[in-house]
């Protein structure tokens, strides 16, 4: 839904706006989803690793975008969010305590009550000037171009179960993106919330590759520098991160190597190696004990990944996917699928499927300790 107000001339020389008017873009989101999850016990698990046997979510969220362009290189940008949930699961499991890093300055109480709660994801000012496009406030913050397991992204990074993926919560920052040629640019920026983050970013376009250079540092003790490429040989598009990360107790590399093609004209099919120099072999808890892992920045427990996904559109409305990841150190993985059917221009219905394939549960295998899960999601936009 796009509103558009003129304002009148009169009251120009009050707003001192230079442009003759303003524009109002709104958008709403309408999310409704029903997710069944089984845990597969062991007595063995501490506390905060064990689910409960089973776990019935509802959850109807509505979300407002508002986009107001009060000048033409002035726009001031919201997203608030309302949720209502619905949970029954097995009686005493508590809910997991997320102690990572909080890149907002201050926000909104979240629970409003024990079944509503409310987000506000953005909230910023964008000014686009003949010296560079500007962004302050709460915005979203990624990196990178790896699809499943990215060594850069470490700013909020999207789990390997995400749905939606290319998603992020906002964070408050300060963001410039300067171009320095058709094809290049230079982005740096400054996170303030309780944690913060300073980042610079280089893209460019060399010798028939795009190169991105990126260097960060959280909190002042925490340092990552990564260098990513991408291309294509042939019909096969290729891309590769590694980062070097190092922190007060721990330093390493991450490094990640991808390939994609397109078979048959609609099968498309991507693949990701990824080397985590700062997961451990199986000895998983020692994980807990490092700052890089309690930030959230990394989330792999081991240290060599394999994933392999596939789509395919069935027909002009239905997409199917599935695919595999695989922890190659201890064995463990995870399949999931996918059919997704759009009902129309604004409406999409989904069912998603995620399974855990082990030899045996406990610690020592990554991913015995994810559920069987069921979801069934509609999403509307007006």
Do not use: C
């Amino acid at each position: 839904m796009v509103r558009r107000w003129r304002a009148l001339p009169m009251l120009l020389p009050v707003l001192t706006l230079p442009a003759w008017g303003f524009e109002l873009s709104t958008t709403t989101d309408v999310s409704a989803q029903v997710t069944g999850a089984h845990y597969t016990q062991d007595a063995s698990l501490p506390a905060e690793f064990s689910g409960p046997d089973y776990q019935m979510t509802g959850l109807l969220s509505v979300d407002w975008n508002v986009r107001a362009s009060i000048t033409s290189s002035l726009d001031v940008e919201t997203r608030y969010g309302l949720a209502a949930i619905s949970e029954l699961d097995q009686a005493g499991q508590a809910d997991a305590v997320n102690d990572s890093a909080d890149y907002r300055l201050d926000d909104l109480p979240t629970d409003l009550d024990p079944e509503f709660r409310q987000r506000l994801d953005r909230l910023n000012l964008r000014w686009y000037s003949p010296f560079g496009d500007y962004v302050l406030g709460r915005q979203a913050i990624s990196f990178g171009q790896a699809r499943i397991f990215s060594p850069v992204d470490v700013v909020q990074p999207a789990s390997v179960t995400e749905v939606n993926n290319a998603y992020r919560p906002g964070v408050d920052a300060l963001r410039g993106t300067w171009l320095l040629g058709a094809v290049s640019e230079l982005d740096v920026g400054y996170v303030f919330g309780d944690d913060q983050v300073a980042f610079a970013r280089l893209k460019a376009y060399l010798a028939g590759m795009d190169w991105e250079l990126i260097g960060l540092e959280i909190n002042g003790d925490h340092q990552l520098l990564s260098l990513g490429t991408t291309g294509a040989v042939g019909t096969v598009g290729w891309w590769q991160e590694t980062s070097w990360l190092n922190g007060p107790d721990q330093e390493g590399i991450r490094s990640t190597v991808g390939l994609d093609a397109t078979w048959f004209d609609d099968l498309y099919v991507f693949s990701e190696l990824h080397y985590n120099g700062l997961g451990q072999d199986q000895s998983y808890l020692n994980n807990l004990t490092q700052s890089w892992y309690q930030l959230g920045a990394v989330q792999p427990w081991g240290q060599w990944y394999l994933s392999l996904q596939g789509q395919y559109p069935v027909n002009v409305l239905t997409q199917l996917s599935a695919g595999v990841t695989t922890n190659l150190n201890d064995g463990s993985s995870l399949l999931h699928t996918s059919v997704a059917y759009d009902a129309s221009q604004s409406l999409s219905v989904q069912v998603n499927a995620l399974g855990p394939v082990a030899m045996d549960t406990g610690l020592e295998h990554e991913y015995s300790l994810y559920p069987f899960a069921v979801e069934l999601r509609l999403d509307w936009t007006f």
